[in-house]
């Protein structure tokens, strides 16, 4: 087996990376302690938020899990949790019976319509109002350059096994 010779990170590639992950673990945090008090977690409003805004309210679960970013499993995990919070319902996909969507109830509505004022003042004053009109633009080109790629990845990945 060949051995991969490792390319170090330089100064700024070092800083780069740990300003990132300092700073949108620490904002994921804050963005989640702020839901508590509506008790949703960031995982919770994530897919209600997916849900209220597709068709019907409802979503396949394999669409739901990749538009949320988790796994399977994880999502699974959420649901069991959500099902008891009454927020969604799980249905039998009719046509393959295999599959299964996640339908948002009007209980899951009136949560996320009383948590999303509250969800967008914090991550504008947590995010938005410390970046400039094109540090906006900036960062969406770059995440969805990050973002295109890594998908890109998982996909091949995926395709392998």
Known sequence: MA???TKWLNTSEMAAW???V???RRLMDALDVDLQEHDLSMADYEVLAHLSEAPGRRMR???LAETSMVSKSRLSHRMKVMVKA???EREVCAEDKRGSFAVMTEKGWRAI????PDHVASVRSRFLDNLTAKDQDDLAKIFDRVTARLRKQYLESFNKN
Do not use: I, N, P, T
């Not at 319509?113 to 999303?116: E, F, N, S, Y």
């Open 113 to 116: 319509v009383r948590a999303a």
């Open 22 to 24: 300092v700073a949108s």
């Open 86 to 88: 009454g927020w969604v």
């Open 18 to 20: 740990r300003s990132y």
């Open 3 to 5: 051995v991969k010779r």
């Open 61 to 63: 679960m394999s669409e």
